[in-house]
């Protein structure tokens, strides 16, 4: 079984600019979650979606940040404008049962540096 | 606020020499309780959950366990390749959906 992927693995931007993640998530999982995760830090949650509806964004700054799930299955997270802080891991997770499924399956991440 | 403390920061390990990570949480209204395996330039790898205090699980040289205020992670004659960061991970009732990850232990085990 494939795993959940992610493209870019890196990338490199100036203040400012704007930049895309994508994530595919594992055939069949209904769940897909975005995370941050700051050098020396746990993950933090972003967003959740359940097929393609928005389950949880409330630690998602909505100012800059923005997600998409077409179709319930690939999603897109979107940072416009970025800033410093915002160098990071970024994270998508799948999960094979419903909004309060727990067995979350990672893909290897978005290492963002943000200059 | 709810709070996941996680300790040790960092542990060293002779290869063989038993230990446990701890997970504490102040959080209302457990969910669950997991710990994932994270290696350098990897995304979490998921290993446990835990639902209710005095519930364990096991899986090769790790075990699991929950009391109403922590949880263990013990390892049992750890081996180099168990060297890894351990997360714990809680979901809470009160806040939706939200899952509150800890920092993490980085475990080393020496050969």
């Known amino acids: 079984e494939a795993g959940v992927a992610q493209s870019p693995r890196y990338k490199i931007i100036e203040k400012r600019q704007s930049v895309a993640f994508w994530c595919n998530p594992i055939s069949g999982h209904a769940t897909l979650y975005w995370y941050q995760q700051i050098l020396g830090q746990g993950p933090k949650l972003l967003i959740q979606f359940q097929n393609n509806g928005v389950v949880d964004d409330s630690q998602l700054p909505k100012d800059r940040f923005s997600a998409e799930r077409l179709k319930g299955v690939d999603s897109t997270l979107k940072i416009q404008p970025a800033k410093l802080e915002d160098s990071a891991v970024y994270l998508c997770?799948?999960?094979?049962?419903?909004?309060?499924?727990?067995?979350?399956?990672f893909g290897p991440g978005t290492r963002l540096t943000v200059t | 606020e709810d709070q996941v403390t996680q300790s040790p920061e960092a542990l060293r390990l002779q290869e063989g020499e038993s230990s446990s990570l701890n997970c504490s949480y102040t959080?209302?209204?457990?969910?669950?309780l997991f710990w994932y395996r994270q290696d350098p330039g990897k995304g979490p790898e998921f290993l446990f959950t835990l639902y209710s205090a005095g519930e364990e699980k096991e899986k090769e040289r790790l075990k699991a366990t929950l009391t109403k205020k922590e949880s263990f992670l013990h390892i049992t004659a750890p081996k180099p390749e168990d060297s890894a960061t351990y997360l714990c991970?809680?979901?809470?009732?009160?806040?939706?959906?939200?899952?509150?990850f800890g920092t993490g232990t980085s475990l080393t085990v020496i050969p």
């Open positions: 991970a809680v979901r809470t009732s009160d806040t939706g959906n939200q899952f509150y």
């Open positions: 959080v209302s209204g457990l969910r669950g």
């Open positions: 997770a799948s999960s094979p049962r419903g909004a309060f499924a727990y067995e979350q399956y």
